[in-house]
C-alpha cells in the first residue's frame, strides 16, 4: 500500500504540475522541439522487507546489501513545451561482505561476498514545467527489470537471475548552467518483485515474494538539443 501511494503520489505531481505552470506568471518555456539527455550518479535503497538476522555479522551484512550506487541515464524528446516521451534506464549496484560467518544448511564460511545488481530499461512519459532559470521534469514508465545476485562462497561463485515487470517515476530539480546545459538533483523509484531465481541450469523458488524495488537519489548533468 505505503508503495502504490508514493507511486500515485508521483503521478500526480507530473499530471498537476503542467496546469498550474500553464497559470504562472513565469515565461512560457520554449516552444522548440527539444531533445534531452541526463546522466547521473548517486545513492540507491533497496526497499522491500528485510529478515532480521540473529548473528551479528550476517545482520550487518544484511543491512549493507540495502545500500547501493546509481548509474541513472535519461534521453527524452519535448515535442511540446509542456510534454515528452523518452526512455529511462537505471543501475543499481550493492556490495557487502565478511569473513567466519555460519550460514544454516550450508555450515561454516571463511569468506562471503554477495552483490546484487538492478538494470531497469523503460519508456516514459514525460512533462516539464520551466523557468528562465530552473525547472522542473517529471516521468513515469514501465520495463523490465533484470535482476543479477553474484555470491562468493569462499572460492566458489554463484550467480542467481530474475527478469520482471516493473514501474519507475522521477522527478527533477534542474538549474540552467546556459541554453545547452544544466545540472540537477532527482528523486525516483523503481517496483518490482520475483518468486523465483535461476541458478545454472535450475530454477530455485524463493518460498515468498522477494523486492527488488529501488529509491534512488542522483545528481546529474543534462545536455539539450533544439530543432
Known amino acids: ?3 502504490t501511494l508514493f507511486l500515485t503520489g508521483f503521478m500526480c505531481i507530473i499530471m498537476i504540475k503542467p496546469i498550474f505552470a500553464q497559470q504562472s506568471v513565469i515565461p512560457e518555456p520554449s516552444v522548440d522541439k527539444v531533445f534531452r539527455v541526463a546522466i547521473g550518479g548517486g545513492y540507491g535503497m533497496q526497499l522491500g522487507k528485510r529478515e532480521k538476522q540473529s548473528d551479528p555479522k550476517l545482520e550487518q551484512l544484511s543491512k549493507d546489501l540495502m545500500n547501493g550506487f546509481v548509474l541513472d541515464v535519461d534521453a527524452q524528446y519535448f515535442f511540446s513545451s509542456v510534454w515528452g516521451i523518452g526512455i529511462n534506464a537505471n543501475y543499481v549496484q550493492a556490495n557487502a561482505e565478511a569473513n567466519d560467518i555460519t550460514i544454516s544448511n550450508v555450515g ?3 569468506y562471503y561476498r554477495e552483490s546484487p545488481v538492478y538494470l531497469y530499461a523503460g519508456p516514459a512519459l514525460v512533462s516539464r514545467s520551466e523557468g528562465t532559470k530552473f525547472s522542473m521534469i517529471g516521468s ?4 523490465p527489470i533484470f535482476y543479477t545476485d553474484r555470491v562468493y562462497l569462499n572460492s566458489i561463485q554463484m550467480n542467481g537471475k ?3 515487470f516493473g514501474l519507475n517515476a522521477g522527478i527533477s530539480g534542474e538549474y540552467k548552467i546556459n541554453n545547452k546545459m544544466g545540472v540537477g538533483i532527482k528523486a525516483s523509484y523503481t517496483i518490482g518483485s520475483i518468486k523465483s531465481l ?3 541450469n535450475q530454477t530455485v523458488d ?3 515474494t522477494q523486492s527488488v524495488s529501488n529509491l534512488m537519489f542522483t545528481l546529474y548533468l543534462s545536455l539539450y538539443g533544439r530543432k
Open 1 to 3: 500500500m505505503k508503495k
Open 108 to 110: 561454516v564460511i571463511d
Open 140 to 143: 513515469i514508465g514501465a520495463g
Open 162 to 164: 530474475a527478469t520482471t
Open 198 to 200: 535461476t541458478v545454472g
Open 206 to 208: 524463493l518460498g515468498s
